[in-house]
């Protein structure tokens, strides 16, 4: 079955930076897109970005409100997706959740908590 589990989470000051990780497994890794999102509460979750499979490009694309600073990448070897995460602010305080979506269906992981404060 399908398993995503995300890790890298934790507490930074403005300014900082973070690379959170989301192994998967499962499923063909690198046959499929990737994606980063995240939730406050009380909030709908947000796409933070998005790569595609090696076949289809290996493209990028990201969230206006985190480009220039949010990097997303993958090891198809290691079965995992990556985001490094640079300039942080407070806003960007939320669980970053990955996910994949195959065969009709929508997985996600069980979300790794950012909080960024001083």
């Known amino acids: 079955q399908v398993q995503l589990v995300e890790s890298g989470g934790s507490l930074v000051q403005p300014g900082g930076s973070l690379r959170l990780s989301c192994a998967a497994s499962?499923?063909?890794?690198?046959?499929?897109?990737m994606t980063w999102y995240r939730q406050t509460p009380g909030k709908e979750r947000e796409l933070v970005a998005t790569i595609t499979s090696d076949g289809d490009g290996g493209s990028t694309n990201y969230a206006d409100s985190v480009k220039g600073r949010f990097a997303i990448s993958r090891d198809n070897a290691k079965n995992t997706v990556y985001l490094q995460m640079n300039s942080l602010k407070p806003e960007d305080t939320a669980v970053y959740f990955c996910g994949v979506r195959r065969l009709g269906v929508a997985y996600w992981g069980q979300g790794t908590q950012v909080t960024v404060s001083s």
């Open positions: 499962g499923f063909p890794f690198s046959n499929y897109a």
